[in-house]
């Protein structure tokens, strides 16, 4: 298994935990402010659910199409999250 795969892997596995963290009720709709998920990954990072698609995202493209692939991926996977996370905390 290559390197790219873990990646992936580690990714969904992330995203998925991070997910499964949430309140339930939880939407991607505007909301009214909560209370901040302070258990699972969301107890390390502010936004665990984009790191985990920015690893599966970046090692599929890795696993697709070798190195160049995944850093152009990754590189504009970060400036969209970058965008959207901004948004987040409008």
Same mark, same amino acid.
């Given at each position: 298994? =290559?390197?790219?795969?873990?990646?992936?892997?580690?990714?969904?596995?992330?995203?998925?935990?991070?997910?499964? =963290?949430?309140?339930?009720? %939880? =939407?991607?709709?505007?909301?009214?402010?909560?209370?901040?998920? %302070?258990?699972?990954?969301?107890?390390?990072?502010?936004?665990?659910?984009?790191?985990?698609?920015?690893? %599966?995202? %970046?090692?599929?493209?890795?696993?697709?199409?070798?190195?160049?692939?995944?850093?152009?991926?990754?590189?504009?996977?970060?400036?969209?999250?970058?965008?959207?996370?901004?948004?987040?905390?409008?």
């Amino acid at each position: 298994m =290559s390197a790219w795969w873990i990646m992936v892997a580690a990714g969904i596995a992330l995203a998925a935990w991070a997910s499964r =963290s949430l309140p339930p009720g %939880t =939407s991607m709709k505007p909301q009214p402010p909560r209370e901040r998920v %302070t258990r699972g990954p969301y107890r390390y990072l502010k936004h665990p659910m984009y790191l985990g698609n920015w690893l %599966t995202i %970046t090692g599929y493209f890795g696993v697709a199409g070798g190195f160049w692939h995944a850093l152009a991926a990754g590189m504009l996977m970060e400036l969209l999250m970058r965008e959207w996370a901004g948004r987040e905390e409008e």
